[in-house]
């Protein structure tokens, strides 16, 4: 598996990967994937076997010093190999290059294989954010300090 930056062919697959690993509500619309991908904060790393697109993560710098992670996705085929790990230390290792100190993301309530890998990153639960989503569901807030 390697990893490489974001390409702009990319896109279709990308959002076909978020549209399987969330439900609706959940997912991304194109147009709110694409937004996030070309945003002059941020940065996307594609994970690629055989030349096939496995995973994606999309990061961007915030405010305050913090690295905001807007969506990881995995094929679920691929889950458990590593990818959203090595998806994970490519972002962190950005950040952390940037001088951000800080790194934060949402995850669902009921995700509890997302906030169990997580937490072995080393993320805590900081709080929950009721109707978070756009079908009504809650997120936690995990984050963790770089430095």
């Not at 913090?66 to 950040?95: C, F, K, N, P, S």
Request: proline share 3%; with cysteine; aromatic share 10%.
């Amino acid at each position: 598996m390697q990893l490489r930056s974001f390409k702009a062919a990319d896109l279709p697959t990308l959002y076909e990967i978020d549209q399987s690993c969330f439900p609706p509500g959940v997912s991304y619309s194109q147009e709110e994937l694409s937004a996030f991908v070309k945003h002059r904060t941020s940065e996307t790393w594609v994970a690629e076997e055989a030349k096939e697109i496995v995973g994606f993560v999309v990061a961007c710098r915030a405010r305050n010093s913090q690295m905001h992670v807007i969506t990881l996705d995995v094929r679920e085929d691929w889950r458990r190999r590593g990818v959203g790990a090595a998806l994970m230390d490519a972002a962190e290792g950005w950040a952390r290059a940037g001088g951000l100190e800080v790194v934060s993301l949402e995850t669902a309530e009921e995700n509890l294989a997302a906030q169990a890998f997580y937490s072995k990153r080393g993320y805590a639960k900081l709080g929950e954010v009721k109707n978070y989503y756009a079908d009504g569901s809650t997120a936690w807030v995990m984050g963790k300090p770089l430095r």
